[in-house]
């Protein structure tokens, strides 16, 4: 599956985008403190991001406690979807309780980094800053309860357990990132 962007096995780009808290966040930052991060370039308005919202949720839920976060950036190009703007993110992260970090990449170069092309992709990376799984969240964004398979959280589960990640990478599901005309 060749795709632009970040190769699986190197370093992910480094960031330092603003934040909903209104904070800068710094992806170095998390990688001192945790097991691995799973940057999920999302946005507010795509419909595929909602059907993805609790399971990301949930996956925060069930790893942070061992040393894991998900980070949502939103790249999409605001001038063209007003809903995807850095205070209408504020609103969204408040209105359906987010419990992971919303950043903004307002200028699209960390999406362009990771060649992030659809929302919500996920792009998985360990504490040494190597991209492991690039990808979808799992197999069926309409039902979560006929998802066969959980590509996501069985790449999280099997870093934390010091196995190899496998798929490394895998189809999106989602909607087309927006980008700047």
Request: hydrophobic fraction near 35%; proline fraction near 5%.
């Amino acid at each position: 599956m060749e795709k632009t962007g970040t190769p699986l096995g190197s370093y992910a780009p480094d960031f330092e985008l603003p934040a909903i808290d209104d904070s800068v966040h710094h992806l170095s930052r998390y990688l001192e403190t945790c097991r691995c991060v799973a940057v999920v370039f999302m946005c507010n308005h795509c419909s595929y991001v909602r059907l993805y919202l609790d399971r990301l949720k949930q996956i925060q839920a069930e790893f942070h406690d061992r040393g894991f976060t998900v980070i949502g950036i939103n790249s999409n190009d605001a001038s063209q979807y007003p809903e995807d703007s850095f205070e209408n993110m504020k609103k969204f992260a408040t209105q359906e309780h987010l419990n992971f970090p919303y950043l903004w990449d307002p200028t699209q170069d960390v999406a362009f980094c990771f060649g992030a092309q659809k929302t919500p992709e996920a792009f998985l990376i360990d504490n040494q800053g190597i991209l492991l799984y690039r990808g979808g969240i799992d197999d069926n964004a309409q039902d979560p309860e006929a998802v066969k398979d959980r590509y996501l959280r069985e790449a999280i589960a099997s870093l934390m357990e010091g196995s190899a990640v496998t798929p490394r990478a895998t189809e999106t599901i989602g909607g087309s990132l927006k980008w700047r005309q």
